[in-house]
């Protein structure tokens, strides 16, 4: 079942042993208190608080060595802990134990502007990145909307919105350093840019969402900053409409850096919480990079094909302030949502699916929301085919909760059937655990079973997320 | 403890080739069994021909259930089971196993199905990687990785060896270009790993698949993505009277922000190679060209060229040269992609190498192959995909002469060696298979190699596919270290020797 509803799991004490340990260390830097601990069991997502047992704060790759070898020996549950951003439950610690945080580690290692890569600790978060390495006239793309850290969004194998253009984590990520689960430390690949050399770890790692080893240091491809950059607004009679101009752009090969729908709903809500005056109808924000007349090219391109699909005049963001006023209006969509039900909490869906079956798939989504008792916005990175919906919902009125479970169970079903998945970016963590047989079938979930047994047999890392190694659950 | 050491194939085996014939005979109809010498010799090795062996038998089955009651006759007696597409691959990973079967898929070649608009094709192992965008072509797609043996390497082999081609810099590698794999493990399960979303949620196997030569599974369908013809493409022919200027130049063309469709390096020994044997037009007196390409819309490639060559003139290129036609373009490439080949004309073997490394380190390694020319007295053509920095020297010898075969694999082995050592990977998109198995032992450590075991378990853990190749046990790195002593440090100082 899904939040708010607690899980009930055995959870044992930590060994008296292991404390003095941990706190012999660490001194300061290991807590049980229990303001600490709060902050730590919880992350941005609907379920309640589930505090860990003790959080240690490691600053080198050593530390974590050391955390993670007393963890094995003791069989302590262990849970990595960036930015605590996350939106499914990630970071719950629902068989306690320790929560291992390396939001201090965060400097950059190295920047090698020629190979456009930097190699970070795993708590150094994307705007600080972009921040320190603004000199170099390169940046790092990939934005999911929160502050993350690089760790996390490795983790959780981030994406936001300009994958459309620059990917997501999957194709981002160079190399890692991990600590395994017997507290070894190993590199997953090397820098140089391509590899066909054993079996590819990065990506193994990448999107396992703590449940295989600790990161500790990620290297990721860095982007010279456009010579070019362009926004403009879109507004279309339909949902409908919106989504058949993205598709015909993505079909015809434009190479949008951007493209996100809004519903009207959003777009209210938007203009009231980041005072814009935007016009109310489903609209689609766009963005476009390059040489100065490739982005011209671009956006007529893009602006005739609007047309073609019932769009409006585009409206155009040229300086950098509107621009970043519009962004972080999106960015914000999710707390600008929240304000449209004062006290309200969300069920978030991240379904995702081809782009050819993406107009079918909202437009059965809108009207069965339509229907529904509690009010909603849909946002979404349409380029990939990935839309979120937030459900607003009275945290006093169970019903409520069940009918959006309803819904959202709907909601992937239709996903699957098109060819589609229950989570584009947010990742699996608690909640999604229950669409993975519906998504991947029993023999590639037993898979991904032996793999997390073959990597961590004594189930210390991140436990009971992903997948549940109780093959009755 | 929890080191893995691999387990291997039974030493000795407890089956004979005349049980093993007689088990597949049970599960598939008589002509899809070959046994006798003369049927299984054109299977003893792929395109790495310095190694060979036969396997007891060559199947090829027609439907996947028959490839399914394969491995479960296989799995059943413990027989190791090694899996091949056109056999065009370059480090021996299709080479049978003595004591094994040799699994072709050749008689699948069906393109199943291509949706125009999701972009989308599902094909089968067996079909040629050319063929997929031969048939994409009426829709205005293609299949963007094009690996120079493209008219006969087929999508299961791309698909083992996470292949990329000339225009992987812009477009991606395999792995970029696959959004489904349906495969058999060696206990008969059919799996589908993957989705036709972007992503899928849970640990990535497919990406852990995409590469894995065989060893975790058999493919049996696969969906790949395909992408818009771009309006126009052009290529730039730049030449240099330096090596390192021709590196500096790839540099700069990323530094600039831009992401060529191909950015291709040849050394003079290269050029003069092929020239004669394509008539490509390439600049014979230059010490290395570029191929450097644009594409996209009309506009877009106009301004992009202006951009390259403005780049180029920077850097002292002393020659360019802009395609002026597609079948200009096309053979510009066409050079670029018979230079093995060509190779082949002008020497009676040669050995291709395929180090990867960080780009900036290009002009050091070419200087440093140049010395090695010297030292292991044979000569080296240079082809590669310079913005990668997947270097692809080519060392020619004559494999009669058994000093020269020697020396060719010493040189091999120090190229590699020397890619480890500025930060590259021994292997850009050829695979490890058997040729470099020894170099893993360089590149990676003993924990690194514990991981791919633990992989390797949770799929195969009686580690019947493929065996023996790819991942190292620690025996062999032990023995390799007392070889080669590498930067003056012995590998896994800290093992016992065996």
Redesign the interface.
Same mark, same amino acid.
């Given at each position: 079942m899904n939040a708010p509803h607690a899980l009930q799991v055995l959870r044992k004490p930590l060994p008296a042993d292991f404390v003095m340990q941990l706190q012999n260390r660490f001194g300061d830097r290991f807590s049980i208190a229990q303001a600490v601990r709060e902050h730590h069991g919880k992350d941005e997502s609907a379920y309640p608080a589930m505090l860990p047992d003790a959080v240690v704060f490691a600053l080198t790759t050593q530390e974590v060595v050391a955390v993670v070898t007393l963890c094995n020996q003791f069989q302590v549950p262990l849970i990595p802990y960036g930015a605590g951003s996350s939106l499914e439950g990630h970071l719950l610690a629902i068989e306690g134990g320790v929560s291992l945080d390396v939001s201090g580690m965060n400097q950059i290692i190295s920047l090698d502007a020629e190979d456009q890569t930097v190699t970070v600790q795993p708590g150094l978060t994307r705007k600080q990145l972009n921040e320190q390495i603004r000199d170099s006239g390169l940046f790092f793309p990939i934005d999911p909307g929160a502050d993350a850290s690089l760790g996390g969004m490795a983790s959780t194998r981030a994406s936001g919105t300009n994958a459309v253009r620059y990917g997501t984590m999957r194709e981002n990520v160079v190399s890692l350093t991990v600590v395994t689960a017997q507290g070894k430390v190993i590199r997953t690949s090397r820098r140089a840019r391509k590899s066909s050399a054993g079996y590819d770890l990065t990506r193994l790692f990448v999107g396992s969402e703590g449940t295989l080893g600790v990161i500790t240091e990620v290297t990721v491809k860095l982007y010279p900053q456009p010579e070019a950059v362009s926004a403009a607004v879109c507004n279309f009679q339909t949902v409908n409409d919106a989504v058949q101009c993205v598709i015909s752009a993505i079909q015809m090969g434009v190479p949008l850096a951007r493209v996100e729908l809004m519903d009207k709903a959003a777009v209210h809500a938007s203009n009231k919480y980041s005072k814009l005056t935007l016009q109310e109808t489903p609209l689609l924000l766009f963005e476009f990079h390059g040489s100065e007349s490739s982005v011209k090219e671009q956006a007529e391109l893009v602006q005739e094909l609007a047309r073609e699909n019932g769009g409006m005049d585009f409206e155009w963001a040229d300086r950098t302030e509107d621009r970043n006023r519009l962004w972080t209006a999106r960015h914000n969509a999710y707390f600008a949502g929240l304000q449209l039900r004062p006290g309200c909490r969300s069920n978030t869906t991240d379904v995702c699916v081809p782009i050819s079956r993406l107009a079918e798939c909202v437009n059965a989504t809108t009207s069965e929301l339509e229907k529904a008792s509690f009010p909603s916005t849909i946002v979404g990175h349409v380029g990939d085919g990935n839309f979120h919906v937030l459900m607003l919902l009275d945290p006093n009125n169970p019903a409520e909760w069940d009918e959006s479970e309803r819904i959202n169970h709907n909601i992937v079903r239709r996903a699957i059937e098109m060819d589609g998945t229950c989570t584009g970016e947010h990742g699996v963590g608690l909640h999604k655990m229950q669409f993975l047989d519906q998504e991947h079938g029993e023999d590639a979930l037993s898979l991904m079973r032996m793999i997390k047994t073959s990597f961590d047999p004594n189930n210390i890392l991140n436990p009971g997320k992903i997948i549940s190694l109780d093959l009755a659950g | 403890m929890?080191t893995i050491v691999g387990t291997g194939v039974k030493s000795v085996s407890d089956y004979t080739a005349s049980d093993v014939v007689k088990a597949l005979l049970q599960v598939l109809p008589e002509h899809c069994v070959l046994s006798r010498l003369e049927d299984t010799r054109p299977y003893e090795c792929d395109g790495l021909s310095l190694y060979r062996s036969l396997p007891m038998a060559v199947v090829l089955p027609e439907t996947e259930k028959q490839v399914q009651d394969v491995l479960i006759a296989c799995r059943r007696l413990g027989v190791p089971v090694v899996a091949r597409g056109a056999g065009t691959g370059l480090s021996g990973g299709a080479m049978p196993h003595a004591q094994g079967v040799l699994l072709g898929l050749a008689k699948f070649n069906k393109i199943k199905h291509i949706?125009r608009?999701?972009?989308?094709a599902i094909v089968e192992p067996g079909v040629r990687n050319l063929a997929v965008s031969e048939a994409a072509a009426p829709f205005g797609l293609y299949y963007a990785p094009d690996p120079s043996s493209q008219i006969a390497c087929t999508i299961g082999g791309n698909v083992a060896?996470?292949s990329?081609g000339v225009h992987?810099l812009k477009y =991606?590698?395999t792995?970029?270009n696959v959004l489904k794999v349906r495969m058999i493990?060696i206990d008969g399960?059919?799996?589908?790993?993957g989705?036709?979303?972007?992503?899928?949620?849970?640990?990535?196997?497919l990406?852990?698949f995409?590469?894995?030569e065989g060893m975790?599974g058999v493919v049996t369908e696969v969906t790949l993505k395909l992408?818009?013809k771009?309006a126009l493409a052009r290529v730039i022919m730049a030449s240099f009277d330096d090596v390192e200027k021709a590196s500096s130049a790839v540099?700069e063309i990323?530094?600039?922000?831009i992401i060529p469709a191909g950015l291709e390096m040849m050394d003079q020994q290269a050029t003069q190679m092929v020239e004669p044997f394509v008539k490509a037009g390439y600049d014979t007196s230059a010490a290395a060209i570029l191929l450097c390409e644009s594409d =996209?819309?009309v506009?877009?490639v106009a301004?992009?060229i202006a951009?390259m060559e403005e780049v180029f003139q920077r850097v002292g290129a002393t020659r360019l040269q802009v395609s002026e036609s597609e079948t200009q373009r096309l053979l510009f490439w066409a050079g670029r992609k018979n230079a093995f080949p060509a190779a082949g004309r002008v020497s009676p073997d040669y050995y291709c190498m395929?180090g990867?490394?960080?780009?900036?380190n290009l002009g050091r390694v070419l200087n440093a192959i140049a010395e090695m020319e010297k030292r292991f007295n044979l000569r080296c053509a240079n082809v590669f995909h310079a913005g990668?920095?997947?270097l692809h020297p080519l060392i020619l010898f004559d494999s009669n002469s058994a000093d020269e075969v020697q020396r060719a694999e010493d040189f091999g082995a120090a190229i590699l060696e020397l890619?480890?050592e500025v930060? =590259?990977?021994?292997?850009?998109?050829?695979?490890?298979g058997m040729e470099?198995i020894n170099q893993?032992c360089v590149?990676?450590?003993r924990?690194?190699?514990?991981?791919?075991l633990?992989?390797?378990?949770?799929?195969d853990p009686a580690t019947l596919l493929n065996p023996e190749k790819?991942?190292p046990t620690l025996a062999r790195c032990a023995e390799y270290g007392k070889m080669h002593v590498h930067g003056g440090a012995l590998p896994f100082a800290d093992l016992p020797r065996f």
């Open positions: - | 929890n949706d608009d999701a972009a989308i060896e996470n990329g992987c =991606g590698l792995v970029h493990t399960e059919i799996v589908e790993l989705s036709m979303a972007p992503d899928s949620p849970g640990p990535d196997l990406s852990v995409i590469g894995s975790l992408t818009p771009p540099a990323i530094a600039a922000g =996209g819309t506009e877009e301004d992009e951009r395929d990867t490394i960080p780009r900036r990668d920095g997947n890619c480890v930060g =590259g990977t021994i292997t850009g998109e050829h695979g490890v470099k893993m590149q990676f450590s924990d690194e190699l514990d991981s791919f633990r992989v390797k378990r949770a799929f790819v991942v």
